[in-house]
């Protein structure tokens, strides 16, 4: 290809990356105007855990509810993978390995009270606790690419039939006619009782979900690529994707601040749905980021790349879903009033179990 024509595409995907995440932040703000917690238009660690506790998984009725989001983003990126035939059922890397990663990662996020995308969430809200949290996210993310450079692998994926590709999908189906149809098994929070009572309206969400889902997809957005690839390779693009969530999320948050109140708060003390303690914000993160990177990418590219047939992404979303129902069932979530004892006892083991993991699956001998 000419080097033209390599810069004329680079400088198209530039643009396709940072439109998606200027729409991607306008989103995610919306979304709290339209109901969903304060700080938390979009968290996919926290929506996994709700839908996780609406499924009986946990019984913490605070954060009980089938997040339509989650729902929009997987279906999002398998109607734009189906059109642009890039939906590819594959699977068969260590799909195990990827569940307990996924399961870390989850533990990390809870101690932080957030995935890598309620980061630049709360960022945009002004909580600067998220600081704290995307410190030790870096380093984790840099401990992780140490393993990459030193040969890290979970070796190939294997073509899958489609039905295979498919099963998440499907399922993410029937939890949307479980949410609309509410049968007596499923959970709910009650108003006023916590996270999980607080959302936008199903068609919002859904529609949310739908059209972040899409842009996932087609800009392969991913925070942790989009660092991963800063240091690797020295490559901007992804990140940009980011940087432009949080400028039109801030932007966003301003106006409707200036407007209503309540959407822009500068400062540690008093945010939503976060806690001030700066060690265990940084090292839930850590956890997060140095899972993520031996996954190959965040929760938010989990669902997407599930979505496109990844069925081993899949096992990693489940392992992210047990994560969530284990923390709020052994008590290893963190609340506003801080991280638990339980929590902080998780964290490093989920650091050492990583560190494991990455050791094995980088420095054993080829069979």
């Known amino acids: 290809m000419p080097e033209e024509e390599k810069l004329v595409n680079r400088s198209k995907e530039m643009t396709q990356i940072i439109a998606g995440g200027l729409i991607i932040g306008v989103i995610a703000s919306l979304l709290v105007f339209f109901g969903n917690p304060s700080n938390m ?33 997987v279906l999002g990126s398998t109607l734009l993978a189906l059109a642009g035939k890039e ?15 996924g399961f870390f990662v989850m533990i990390g996020c809870l101690m932080f009270l957030g995935c890598p995308f309620r980061m630049i969430v709360r960022l945009a809200g002004g909580d600067m606790n998220a600081l704290f949290g995307f410190a030790g996210f870096f380093l984790g993310i840099l401990t992780g690419v140490f393993f990459l450079n030193s040969g890290y692998s979970l070796r190939r994926t294997y073509r899958l039939p489609a039905l295979e590709g498919g099963i998440l999908p499907v399922i993410e189906i029937v939890f949307l006619l479980l949410l609309v149809t509410a ?60 940087a432009a969530i949080l400028v039109s999320a801030l932007v966003c948050n301003l106006v409707l601040n200036a407007a209503i109140g309540g959407y822009f708060h500068l400062g540690l003390a008093g945010q939503p749905v976060a806690h001030t ?62 991280p638990t004892a339980n929590g902080k006892i998780a964290v490093v083991i989920g650091i050492l179990a990583v560190a494991a993991i990455a050791c094995i699956n980088t420095f054993r001998r080829e069979e």
């Open 41 to 73: 238009g979009f968290c996919i660690a926290c929506f996994l855990r709700d839908t996780a506790g609406a499924l009986g998984l946990h019984q913490a009725a605070a954060v009980q509810y089938i997040r339509p989001e989650i729902i929009g983003i």
């Open 183 to 242: 049968p007596a098994f499923i959970h709910f929070t009650e108003a006023g009782g916590g996270p999980g009572a607080k959302h936008a309206a199903i068609l919002v969400s859904l529609a949310a979900g739908l059209i972040v889902g899409a842009i996932a997809q087609k800009t392969r957005l991913c925070m942790v690529g989009g660092i991963r690839d800063i240091i690797l390779f020295r490559e901007y693009r992804l990140i940009c994707g980011f």
């Open 277 to 338: 303690d700066g060690l265990w914000n940084a090292l839930g993160m850590y956890l997060a980021g140095f899972g993520c990177v031996l996954l190959g990418g965040c929760p938010l590219r989990q669902l997407v790349m599930a979505g496109e047939g990844n069925s081993d992404s899949a096992c990693a979303v489940i392992g992210l879903m047990v994560g969530a129902a284990f923390a709020h069932n052994f008590g290893l979530a963190s609340s506003g009033e801080g």
């Open 87 to 101: 939906f590819s059922p594959r699977g068969g890397s260590s799909p195990m390995t990827r569940f307990i990663l």
